[in-house]
């Protein structure tokens, strides 16, 4: 097939693009009437951050929506922004933002492939089946062809796969190692028969921090779908504002997000609230899809020994083991999760840089990056909570 046939458009508004071509490429499992392995790069899952002003004037996060197309029909496409700071990211460059400026260099703006706000790995290149490898090549050369005609210093492509990072690295692309807490599920039965998977200083903990959490005067509800009413998310949303004030200094996600979520992602979603004396004090928002669940936000309007474990953590273990589901992805950082089943898990990013000088620097930056991310997830793993034959066969 000749790629010199495929037309590469930049789009700045999921609206320029119908819905059923952007899923075809971007969940086109759902075609069975099921859940997409990816909730963040569906189009109602976008659309909701563009249409909230979540993204877009203001934000720092522009869209430029990368899409390829052969004989009129889109068969590629790419949540992209032209980033004018590296907020929202959770695979951080702000060092090598510093120095290239240090240097005289202008590093913003920048091309970002990514979903806002979201440190969940999923496909990048969204390709529709049967133009995988032609899909993915226009895709990369077309971002980086953008990048290089505009002077713009620097592509990234954040919690792609190990695939994608692999396929890019082969293109010439940068490619990085970094690392998350993920809770796996070994078929367990209930939460007892994972804890009997602990060492038993662990299992002990944990069941100590399970009976604070739920000894705090209140009750715990999950909620999902049609369940979760406006009430709810007034609640989390002064939840968000605490810890996205804390965290990094104003809430990335507008109060209007969530009333969009609403109306398109309500079955995707499940909410843990906390209840005490009448009203909601705390509250943990996990995002659903096709054998992972993405523990995404957590807030509170009163401190509670360990009811952030529980809401965060437990419960949401809880609620895997119910569903079936293969894993918990519980956002970015957090060593604490090592002792509560949580553990170190590979993530991968690509990175292009158009300063040959520069990208050097970087590439060795990587090389020497990617081997103490190895040996620190190896110690982790090693000192993990599970017994010593369970991370063997882990391993």
């Not at 090592?338 to 553990?343: D, E, I, P, S, T």
């Amino acid at each position: 097939m000749d790629q010199a046939q495929i037309e590469i458009q930049v789009i700045a508004s999921l609206s320029q693009v119908a819905q059923q071509d952007w899923d075809s490429c971007a969940c086109p499992e759902t075609a069975d009437g099921g859940r997409p392995h990816d909730p963040f790069t569906t189009y109602r899952f976008l659309s909701a951050l563009e249409n909230s002003g979540s993204v877009g004037r203001g934000t720092g996060w522009q869209p430029q929506y990368l899409t390829a197309y052969l004989d009129g029909q889109l068969i590629a496409c790419a949540p992209m922004y032209a980033k004018s700071h590296s907020q929202g990211e959770y695979i951080f460059d702000h060092n090598w933002a510093h120095a290239y400026e240090r240097a005289g260099g202008r590093y913003y703006p920048k091309l970002q492939i990514a979903v806002p706000h979201t440190p969940a790995t999923g496909r990048r290149f969204l390709v529709r089946p049967g133009y995988e490898e032609i899909g993915q090549s226009a895709l990369v050369q077309g971002a980086v062809q953008l990048a290089a005609d505009n002077h713009i210093s620097s592509l990234h492509v954040t919690f792609c796969t190990a695939g994608e990072a692999d396929a890019a690295r082969q293109m010439g692309l940068m490619s990085r190692t970094t690392q998350q807490f993920h809770w796996l599920n070994d078929g367990y039965s209930d939460f007892d028969s994972f804890l009997a998977t602990l060492s038993s200083r662990k299992r002990k903990n944990i069941r100590k921090e399970r009976a604070q959490a739920n000894a705090f005067g209140g009750s715990i509800h999950v909620l999902s779908g049609d369940d979760i009413k406006p009430e709810h998310w007034d609640a989390f949303w002064v939840f968000y504002q605490d810890t996205g004030s804390r965290k990094w200094g104003s809430p990335y996600l507008t109060r209007q997000f969530f009333d969009e979520a609403q109306k398109t992602l309500r079955d995707d979603l499940i909410l843990v609230l906390a209840e005490r004396d009448g009203r909601w004090v705390a509250g943990a928002l996990n995002v659903v899809g096709r054998g992972t669940l993405f523990g995404r936000y957590w807030g509170c309007i009163e401190h509670h020994p360990c009811l952030h474990f529980e809401l965060c953590y437990y419960r949401a273990i809880d609620i895997a083991i119910a569903g079936g589901f293969d894993r918990v992805e519980a956002g970015a950082q957090g060593e604490h999760k090592l002792a509560r089943g949580y553990l170190p898990s590979r993530t991968h990013s690509v990175h292009w840089v158009g300063d040959e000088g520069f990208a050097d620097a970087i590439r060795r930056y990587l090389d020497a990056e990617r081997d103490a991310v190895e040996e620190e997830i190896g110690i982790l793993t090693e000192y993990g909570p599970f017994k010593k034959m369970k991370v063997e066969e882990r391993e």
